[in-house]
């Protein structure tokens, strides 16, 4: 599975932006997307996650600005994100669950996109 992301860039607190990832490969094998965030300095924290069957859930310091959307028929998973805060600048990456059966053995695989950078200005 790749994972390419778009739609970071340089916003003022209080704007918006929209991220989308674009997978491709094993789509099928696809169990759940979601979108994962670094600052400087910090470890990668979940930022929102959606399942196959369209379960979502946040993490508590986006609930109510960001949405996390997905479009099967495209392979793309967005992240619309409103009320940006300063405290929002971070690299934000794309997420695959990836989950292969076969007559042996069940595995999970995570795959990550390369990154997309958001930068929010005070």
């Known amino acids: 599975v790749q994972l390419v992301e778009s739609g970071g860039d340089l916003v003022q607190a209080g704007g918006s932006l929209t991220l989308s990832c674009a997978a491709s490969g094993r789509i099928s094998d696809i169990r759940a997307l979601g979108w994962y965030r670094q600052a400087p300095g910090k470890q990668r924290e979940l930022v929102a996650h959606?399942?196959?069957?369209?379960?979502?859930n946040y993490a508590d310091f986006v609930k109510d600005r960001f949405t996390i959307s997905r479009d099967n028929a495209k392979n793309l998973v967005f992240l619309q994100m409103n009320s940006l805060k300063p405290e929002d600048t971070a690299v934000y990456y794309c997420?695959?669950?990836?989950?292969?059966?076969?007559?042996?053995?069940?595995?999970?695989?995570?795959?990550w996109g390369q990154g997309t950078q958001v930068t929010v200005s005070s």
């Open positions: 959606i399942s196959i069957g369209g379960l979502v």
């Open positions: 997420n695959a669950e990836v989950v292969v059966t076969t007559i042996e053995s069940v595995k999970t695989y995570i795959y």
